[in-house]
């Protein structure tokens, strides 16, 4: 058996109650932490009171942004930063799970000056990250024969052209979350979810384990609150008398279409942008899944007070974003061709204005009480979650006595350079997913299982391409301990409700697989 199987674990059976730093939460910010805090040297316990991707980062548009929405608004700083670590994500650390995406804007006049100056900014962008033009080519106008060639849905009647620009997609950005949290964990960090933190009482950390209701006291040198929309909450169990932290989270809410073979969207090779009118900056857009799905998104709408722990999208929303979108194709999107919805909650600062004009800057909060360095990471976006987790560790006081920060040039589990990728031999799904780590992944479900491996390769039901390879290794090496697990987050089956219903047997398959096997 992998000497990985069982590095993330539910519960805190095990535990070591002598670490360096506790990081609650684990999210991409959460797991973010955890990677850079034990790749420096630091002993880490990284908790989640619920699962690894619980919470907002499951939620994306499962892009890798390169920041040139920000620019709209003025802030040039953060659109920097994107641009940056979206050239870090592609070319370094995570080859294997993103790709180039080609974005369209149909125009039936004349791009606006506005247009032209806002992809030649984000061309500037791409090339102060120091991110190839071979990987994210530079913008460009384009026929309307060819953006029909790349996205045949489009609504004919008066396209004259349209405008061609790149960015970064995700093959997952619920997999971005355990890969990181699988690299951290072969270096040494321990994983925990299902570990609830209470509060610190005489400088030692209380944790809970939500599975044997057992009480969990550990010695720390620091605490990382990397909890996302719920950051504040756990910020109340801080010993301080410090101002709260208070956040405005707004929802973004995105349909999930899943075409039939002869549905123009179904041979959709590009996003499609659509401006939203009356909005200079906002668009809704149409994004095409690896799986044969297809996102429609995005909405931003202030929540109230009470987070919930799964958002929902409100009816208003997928309205909203049907007739948007609708405009710009030939045949309308209709509410029954919608398959599932999901929605996520940005974790925006508290400040004047609408929630679509506040900064996605990040800031990092440090606060001492009972010996404790108490450090809260709040705001940012996924694709800078790396950056983030850079600064919550620069400021703890006992960063000095490790390492510094080598994130920007350590590959994750799998990762191998684009070229390389392409030359990889097994089954393209597992490497799609998987890069480097393909065979493990199929050769540890076959010991789990013993089974054979056009059994572990076979889609587990019609129309839905996961495999129970995935979902063995989900259970031994990625910490998935219900039927949820696997299919909400380990793979992301459940964004299709009826696909849920079809995939149960086979998730609970191999959790009784795993369960024979110790």
Known sequence: MSAARSAIRVGLTGITDDVDLVVIGLGVTGAGVALDAVSRGMKVLA??????????????????????????????????????????????????????????????????MIMRAGLLAGDLLRWSAGTSGDLLPPARQISAAHALALAPALRRDGLRSAMLGWDGQLVDDA??????????????????????????????????????????????????????????????????????????????????????????LSRQRAAVMVPVPGSSSRFTFVLPQADGTAYVGLTDEPTGDEIPEVPQASEVEVGFLLDVVSAAL????????????????????????????????????????????????????????????????????MAEDFDRCSTANLPLSGALPREDLTQLRGPRRLIDRYGADHEEVL????????????????????????????????????????????????????????????????????????????
């Open 47 to 112: 908790v989640d009171a619920h699962d690894l991707a619980f919470g907002t980062s499951r939620w994306s548009s499962k892009l890798v942004h390169g920041g040139l929405r920000y620019l709209a608004s003025g802030q040039f700083g953060v659109a920097h930063e994107s641009a940056v670590e979206r050239g870090i994500l592609m070319q370094t650390t995570a080859p294997h799970l993103t790709k180039p995406m080609g974005t369209l804007v149909p125009l039936t006049s004349r791009p606006p």
């Open 175 to 264: 997999r971005l979350v355990l890969t990181i949290a699988r690299s951290a964990a072969r270096f040494g960090a321990q994983i925990r979810t299902r570990a609830r933190f209470t509060g610190i009482e005489g400088g030692v950390v209380v944790l809970k384990d939500e599975l044997s209701g057992q009480t969990h006291r550990i010695t720390a040198r620091a605490v990382i609150n990397a909890g996302g929309v719920w950051s504040g909450k756990v910020a109340e169990l801080f010993p301080t008398a410090a101002p709260p932290i208070k956040l405005k989270p707004s929802r973004g809410s995105h349909l999930v279409l899943k075409p039939t073979a002869d549905h123009p």
């Open 330 to 397: 030939q045949e309308p999107i209709r509410r029954q061709d919608v398959v599932g919805t999901f929605a996520g909650l940005r974790p925006l600062l508290d400040a004047a204005g609408e929630t679509a004009d506040l900064s996605r800057k990040h800031a990092v909060i440090d606060q001492q009480a009972q010996g404790l360095d108490l450090v809260t990471v709040v705001g940012g976006k996924l694709t800078t979650y790396r950056r983030m987790a850079q600064d919550a560790l620069d400021i703890l006081s």
């Open 443 to 518: 050769s540890s479900s076959g010991e789990v299982s013993g089974l054979s491996e056009a059994e572990l390769l076979e889609p587990i039901s019609a129309g839905i391409p996961t495999t129970l390879a995935e979902l063995i290794y989900g259970v031994t090496h990625e910490g998935a301990h219900s039927v949820d697990d696997l299919l909400e987050r380990r793979t992301r089956v459940a964004l299709v409700p009826v696909d849920r219903v079809k995939a149960e047997a086979s998730a609970q398959r191999a959790l009784t697989l795993c369960q024979r096997t110790g």
